[in-house]
């Protein structure tokens, strides 16, 4: 599986982005799709996951309410919607597939995109 990130940009304290992971492959709607972010100096952090069949969703603490990840099968493709940004939430934004369980930790996913930077200003 490949993946292709896009929808990063610089906004405003408050504003809203859209992000995009986009798969090759046949087998997309096999995985777990994760949407990760990584700060300057920071570690990889876990933001959402979505389930193969995207019937449940997970959220990091710090975006629950404000990001809502979702997936279209047919278009292989996973979003991030991403609204009230706060410049906390600046970094890259990465996906990831997974075919196993633990869908919180970036070590166990088999696939990333090569992300895609997202810049909230105060």
């Known amino acids: 599986v490949q993946l292709q990130a896009s929808g990063g940009g610089l906004v405003q304290a408050g504003g809203s982005l859209r992000l995009s992971c986009a798969a090759s492959?046949?087998?997309?709607?096999?995985?777990?799709m994760g949407w990760f972010r990584q700060a300057p100096g920071k570690e990889r952090e876990f933001v959402a996951a979505?389930?193969?069949?995207?019937?449940?969703?997970y959220y990091a603490d710090s975006v629950k309410g404000r990001f809502t990840i979702s997936r279209d099968n047919a278009k292989n493709t996973v979003y991030l919607q991403m609204n009230s940004l706060k410049p906390e939430d600046t970094a890259v934004y990465f996906c990831?597939?997974?075919?196993?369980?633990?869908?919180?930790?970036?070590?166990?996913?088999?696939?990333w995109g090569q992300g895609t930077l997202v810049t909230v200003s105060s």
């Open positions: 990831g597939a997974e075919s196993g369980y633990f869908l919180r930790v970036a070590n166990e996913y088999d696939y």
């Open positions: 492959g046949r087998t997309f709607n096999r995985y777990i």
């Open positions: 979505i389930s193969w069949s995207g019937n449940t969703t």
